[in-house]
Structure formats: structure tokens, C-alpha cells
């Protein structure tokens, strides 16, 4: 994939990284009998990163050894669209909620019971799913789950499962630098 892709507002980015913590991503926040879910990360436009930023696509994944997909939502208007780009706008800036993964884990372990998740439900520090589901819940939507126990899981789940109201627009793979 070459960077002639342009992304548009409210578009997700689900990302597949390799390493440990991908691996532990994938593994602890899938639902119990299930197999490993493809995504570990997740964007709209704006990235919960060490610190939540806003960057280029190309720039941050183009020839990294990650997996990219895009998302685009086709039942938002635009005034829903821009709702939610401001949501996730204001996360810019903030830092990464290291203990809601934590908090993911201990839910896992309880198989999957909101538990952990809703004890650790604060705004100031936001996860990559976080970012996603609160923005879009801004807008009404959501991924079958409440926003504070989305999972990168459960956003691949739902755009995937549901293609009449997310269109693929970049199909998981690595992008060409």
C-alpha cells in the first residue's frame, strides 16, 4: 500500500503490532473461546499513544513492521462526523491510561466481567480504544459493548461484523514507505 490513501474524519485506524505487549493485547482482550483478535491498537485520526497525539498515518506506520487497517463509518452525517473528531480532539495531550490495561487484564482473568474496567472509568487517561468509543459514543454509536470496556477487540468485531455501516478502506497489512 502506497500513502495515496486519504483518511477523512472519524475514520478508525486498528493497528496489529508484533512484540510482547501486541501479543498481550491480542490475547487478554479477546472474549473466551475465541480466537486471537487481529488488532491491538486503535485510532480516529488522533492516537493514544505514550501521550495521546495527532499525526499522519504514513508518517507513524509507513514501512514499520505493523499491520494497518482503515475504517470508515458510512452512517454518520456530518455534523455526527465532526462530534466525533472533537470528542477524540480532546484527548490530544493527555496521557496514556497505562492502568486501564491493567484493569483489561484483571477483567480477563474474571472472564470477561466489567469489573475492573468500570472501578478504573476516568477520562484523564485514556487507551487507544478509548479514545475510539468515546468518541463515537459523542455521536450515539457504539462497538456492543460500553464505551469504558471497549476493546480494540471489540471495535475489529463490530466494523468488521457489521461492513452495511463500516467500509473497509484499507485492508490489514502493512503500509509501503
Known sequence: MTGSILLAPGDIVLMKSGGLVGWAIRVFTRSIGERRTKATHSGVIVEALAT??????????AG?????????????????????????????????GYL?????????????????????????????????????????????VEPGAATPDDIWDFVTENSDVYREVVALGRLSA
Open 100 to 144: 486501564k490495561l491493567l484493569a483489561h487484564w484483571a477483567d480477563w482473568v474474571l472472564q470477561g466481567a466489567y469489573v475492573f474496567r468500570r472501578l478504573t472509568n476516568q477520562d484523564r487517561y485514556p487507551i487507544c480504544s478509548w479514545v475510539v468509543a468515546y468518541a463515537y459514543a459523542e455521536a450515539g454509536k457504539h462497538f456492543g
Open 52 to 61: 495521546v497525539k495527532r499525526h499522519s498515518l504514513w508518517t507513524r506506520y
Open 64 to 96: 514499520a513492521h505493523k499491520e494497518v487497517a482503515v475504517f470508515r463509518p458510512l452512517n454518520l452525517a456530518a455534523a455526527d462526523l465532526a462530534k466525533v473528531v472533537a470528542k477524540a480532539e480532546t484527548y490530544v495531550g493527555r496521557r496514556y
